[in-house]
């Protein structure tokens, strides 16, 4: 009967974590095994690992097996402490002189091996080296290299554990993105009809188009049911546009743009959606006209979101500018620049994350889906460009929209522009 460590089924447990038996060979184990041999002057080298009931090489120098069953495995006894144990000559020691590896093939002689140990102390099996004659010695530096050896393949294990939690927490993370997704296109889909009707008959009660209504202060209730109405349907189609980005389903529509038509269009949309006073937005627009080669209805939404981000955060009295610059080398900024609450380093890197909502709040502020900014961030790099934002707590927020240099020219080359 094999020796077994008092605390084997933990012991086990933590050799299944690293989901490693029956893998492949791998060359940074396999390298280790072969500078092994030389390193000690030996036929063979193993990284061994103890299963319940057989001991499995990760990676072998020098036999043409796999494993072998645990009742015969030398490294059952070596992980019963973290100590090297090295045995010059088996036929001399009482352990192994009966042992079918020592008495028929492959004739095992000699044997030094160093305990795998984890970072919780567990020991999983051994790095070790075997030769087919008995041996005078192992000297003290021997003994000290092969601890190196080693301590170099079970961080190559534990490197090898990281990268698998890392890949499984991704694909977990993709799959509950996907469920996000699904699930927000058909809220959306589902909601969206119905929400339109709401708005439409809000409308009408509010135009009076069948007659007066009988107390002026319904004009007022009607108002907000199609402001309302309105908010949710921008919220559905929001949705909708993230879901595609994500999918795949979304193409943009390149037309020439003028840039300061961008802007002034930008300024008019949220004053009339919001009802924001004209004076709180100011305009700086490029020193010449610039085209934007891009989507006018991306675009449009970018800014319109940028826009909402600065009057939601707003303390009460927003003051935004808009404006647009070009670099030396062409490329074009487009700019919203706000005095609201801004955001720490940490507050922006959640606001950029899909589905994360910040702590923070302003004056105008009220809830959504935490999925604004990274569907900003998901168009403007849908055309080539990027996200740059900079914030700080109190004293507000500029976010811009770089776009590439092969979308922007100088407005004289265009004869029209599609605003």
């Given at each position: 009967?094999?020796?077994?460590?008092?605390?084997?089924?933990?012991?086990?447990?933590?050799?299944e974590s690293?989901?490693?038996?029956?893998?492949?060979?791998?060359?940074?184990?396999?390298?280790?095994?072969?500078?092994?041999?030389?390193?000690?002057?030996?036929?063979?080298?193993?990284?061994?690992?103890?299963?319940?009931?057989?001991?499995?090489?990760?990676?072998?120098?020098?036999?043409?097996?796999?494993?072998?069953d645990r009742?015969?495995?030398?490294?059952?006894?070596?992980?019963?402490?973290?100590?090297?144990?090295?045995?010059?000559?088996?036929?001399?020691?009482?352990?192994?002189?009966?042992?079918?590896?020592?008495?028929?093939?492959?004739?095992?002689?000699?044997?030094?091996?160093?305990?795998?140990?984890?970072?919780?102390?567990?020991?999983?099996?051994?790095?070790?080296?075997?030769?087919?004659?008995?041996?005078?010695?192992?000297?003290?530096?021997?003994?000290?290299?092969?601890?190196?050896?080693?301590?170099?393949?079970?961080?190559?294990?534990?490197?090898?554990?990281?990268?698998?939690?890392?890949?499984?927490?991704?694909?977990?993370?993709?799959?509950?993105?996907?469920?996000?997704?699904?699930?927000?296109?058909?809220?959306?889909?589902?909601?969206?009809?119905?929400?339109?009707?709401?708005?439409?008959?809000?409308?009408?009660?509010?135009?009076?188009?069948?007659?007066?209504?009988?107390?002026?202060?319904?004009?007022?209730?009607?108002?907000?049911?199609?402001?309302?109405?309105?908010?949710?349907?921008?919220?559905?189609?929001?949705?909708?546009?993230?879901?595609?980005?994500?999918?795949?389903?979304?193409?943009?529509?390149?037309?020439?743009?003028?840039?300061?038509?961008i802007l002034?269009?930008?300024?008019?949309?949220?004053?009339?959606?919001?009802?924001?006073?004209?004076?709180?937005?100011?305009?700086?627009?490029?020193?010449?006209?610039?085209?934007?080669?891009?989507?006018?209805?991306?675009?449009?939404?970018?800014?319109?979101?940028?826009?909402?981000?600065?009057?939601?955060?707003?303390?009460?009295?927003?003051?935004?500018?808009?404006?647009?610059?070009?670099?030396?080398?062409?490329?074009?900024?487009?700019?919203?620049?706000?005095?609201?609450?801004?955001?720490?380093?940490?507050?922006?890197?959640?606001?950029?994350?899909?589905?994360?909502?910040?702590?923070?709040?302003?004056?105008?502020?009220?809830?959504?889906?935490?999925?604004?900014?990274?569907?900003?961030?998901?168009?403007?790099?849908?055309?080539?460009?990027?996200?740059?934002?900079?914030?700080?707590?109190?004293?507000?927020?500029?976010?811009?929209?770089?776009?590439?240099?092969?979308?922007?020219?100088?407005?004289?080359?265009?004869?029209?522009?599609?605003?």
């Amino acid at each position: 009967m094999f020796p077994v460590p008092f605390n084997d089924a933990q012991r086990l447990m933590a050799l299944e974590s690293y989901d490693v038996l029956d893998s492949s060979p791998e060359e940074a184990f396999d390298c280790l095994t072969r500078l092994a041999c030389r390193q000690f002057n030996t036929p063979v080298a193993l990284v061994s690992l103890v299963d319940q009931s057989r001991q499995w090489f990760k990676s072998v120098q020098g036999l043409d097996v796999r494993e072998t069953d645990r009742e015969s495995a030398f490294c059952g006894y070596a992980i019963l402490s973290d100590e090297p144990l090295v045995v010059l000559n088996t036929t001399n020691d009482q352990r192994f002189a009966a042992n079918a590896l020592v008495c028929d093939q492959p004739g095992i002689r000699f044997y030094a091996g160093v305990p795998l140990v984890t970072h919780t102390g567990f020991r999983l099996g051994t790095f070790c080296v075997i030769d087919f004659t008995a041996r005078d010695a192992f000297s003290v530096e021997d003994v000290s290299a092969l601890k190196d050896f080693a301590r170099s393949a079970m961080q190559v294990l534990e490197l090898r554990r990281q990268a698998k939690i890392k890949n499984d927490q991704d694909i977990e993370g993709r799959i509950a993105e996907d469920a996000r997704i699904d699930l927000f296109s058909t809220v959306a889909h589902e909601i969206r009809s119905p929400i339109a009707a709401l708005n439409s008959s809000a409308n009408i009660l509010q135009s009076q188009i069948f007659g007066p209504v009988g107390d002026e202060r319904y004009l007022e209730f009607f108002s907000v049911m199609a402001e309302t109405a309105e908010q949710v349907m921008t919220l559905t189609d929001r949705m909708l546009d993230f879901a595609r980005l994500k999918t795949g389903d979304i193409e943009i529509s390149d037309e020439p743009l003028s840039v300061v038509e961008i802007l002034s269009k930008a300024k008019r949309s949220t004053v009339q959606i919001t009802g924001q006073d004209d004076r709180n937005i100011e305009i700086v627009p490029p020193q010449k006209d610039i085209v934007l080669t891009a989507d006018s209805a991306y675009v449009s939404q970018m800014l319109h979101n940028l826009m909402a981000n600065a009057i939601k955060y707003s303390n009460g009295d927003p003051r935004i500018e808009l404006s647009a610059e070009t670099s030396e080398t062409g490329v074009l900024a487009i700019s919203v620049a706000d005095n609201g609450i801004g955001m720490s380093s940490e507050g922006l890197a959640l606001a950029l994350q899909p589905y994360k909502q910040l702590k923070q709040s302003g004056r105008n502020a009220a809830g959504g889906v935490g999925i604004g900014l990274p569907l900003v961030k998901r168009l403007i790099e849908l055309h080539g460009g990027q996200l740059a934002v900079d914030s700080t707590e109190g004293r507000g927020t500029k976010v811009s929209l770089i776009f590439p240099a092969y979308r922007v020219e100088m407005a004289k080359r265009h004869e029209n522009f599609a605003v």
